[in-house]
């Protein structure tokens, strides 16, 4: 029988569909966005502007969709509460959401620097020193067009899922494969980040792309250890984008960054264990799923 889903604590629900989450996000985002970059000659401004911003909804609007088209109330509740429910994320665990972003790019501006590197890029320290108060939009942008769209279906429906099934690694690996390939059209449209800084095929596209499965550990890690929290993930997302806008770092420096990423996923998984990454065993998620 299965717990409510709105439990603080491991096992997890067993009722999400997490393939036919994956599966509808990563094809309607890749309609969506791969026609806007296709369209792009023929198609209006704002109507390109539109479907690249309708495939980035993606992941929230499919994960409500099938909460409410295929799960009960209680799974319903339970969905939105872990989104909104600030109680469940502890002091400590406030620290390592916010902190990692800082801390990962600091270690490697500063490795970078002490082998004759620029460490931040300097263009866009610069401009955030010019502009201080550009902060105020940057952040809200990568706070409303990210985390909130992304991690109540990454996290909070795909993710959740298949841990009921599946050890947290091996889930984490799943989500992380499949949403860095759902990022891949933003490179074939021009004006994205993606598409102007980092390019496909460069070194940076292939930095980028495996940093998302890596630290697709993380995001399971902090999940698992947070009551299930949605928002924490939200708010671990958050803090990735937006210390990444504000500080980007030098092409060697973002070399550095992936290798620490490594690292620190290797010592949590040795840590905490890789079928829950809570260093709680097996049992908490095997029993009542």
Do not use: C
């Not at 067009?145 to 298949?162: K, N, Q, V």
């Amino acid at each position: 029988m299965d717990r409510a889903p709105d439990e603080r604590s491991l096992p997890f629900s067993a009722q999400a569909r997490p393939w036919l989450f994956l599966g509808l996000t990563l094809g309607l985002t890749w309609s969506f966005e791969f026609l806007a970059a296709a369209g792009a000659a023929i198609i209006p401004v704002w109507g390109g502007t539109a479907l690249r911003y309708l495939g980035g909804a993606m992941p929230l609007l499919v994960a409500v969709g099938l909460a409410y088209l295929k799960h009960d109330r209680p799974f319903q509740r339970g969905f939105w509460r872990r989104i909104v429910d600030f109680r469940r994320i502890t002091l400590g665990w406030y620290a390592a959401i916010l902190l990692y972003a800082p801390v990962k790019s600091g270690l490697a501006a500063l490795i970078d620097f002490l082998l004759g590197g620029d460490g931040i890029a300097p263009e866009t320290l610069t401009q955030f020193v010019e502009q201080p108060l550009m902060a105020v939009p940057i952040l809200a942008f990568w706070l409303l067009f990210g985390p909130i769209p992304e991690e109540p279906g990454w996290r909070g429906y795909a993710l959740d899922g298949l841990q009921a099934r599946r050890g947290a690694v091996t889930s984490s690996l799943i989500v992380g494969v499949v949403w860095s390939l759902w990022h891949l059209p933003l490179f074939f449209i021009d004006g994205t980040w993606q598409a102007e800084s980092v390019g496909l095929g460069t070194q940076r596209f292939w930095l980028y792309m495996l940093t998302i499965v890596v630290e697709a550990i993380l995001y399971t890690w902090i999940y698992n250890n947070t009551g299930r929290s949605t928002l924490a993930a939200i708010l671990f997302h958050f803090a990735g984008n937006a210390f990444g806008e504000l500080f980007a770092l030098s092409q060697r420096a973002e070399l550095f960054s992936f290798v620490i990423a490594i690292v620190v996923t290797a010592a949590v998984v040795a840590i905490w264990g890789p079928r829950t990454l809570t260093g709680k065993g097996q049992e908490a998620a095997s029993q009542g799923v």
